[in-house]
């Protein structure tokens, strides 16, 4: 693809990232922000040990296994690992993978909540 496309393609969407932004939707986040922060240091790390585990395991580097497991927007992802140098391929592959899985898991998980409920 070529570089200028994918520049534009890139400032796209981070425009659609933060013009969703609003006065409301900031206090909402400032509000939330210790809890969100101690969150989002527990997944980072739960995605570091998970990263780790899956370089170790299909000799992928360090970096491609952290951001294979990240949670996330795609768009945001990929560019991330283009952009670090990463293997794109993989982390492409990882990231659908994980769609799928919880796509498919995400309705009998909420089943099994459902009927694990005391009534």
Known sequence: MPGLVESAA??????????SFTRD???????????????????VLA???????LAGVTGASALD???ATTPGGLYA????????GADTTFVLAVQVLRL???????????RWLRRSRPS
């Open 65 to 67: 296994g952290y951001l």
């Open 25 to 43: 939707t900031l206090r909402v986040i400032g509000r939330a922000l210790p809890l969100a922060l101690a969150i989002m240091a527990a997944l």
């Open 100 to 110: 799928f899985v919880m796509l498919f898991s995400a309705p009998l998980i909420a």
């Open 47 to 53: 995605c570091a040990g998970l990263g780790a585990v």
């Open 10 to 19: 890139f400032l796209v969407i981070g425009l659609q990232v933060g013009v």
């Open 77 to 84: 992802v990929l560019a991330t690992a283009r952009d670090a």
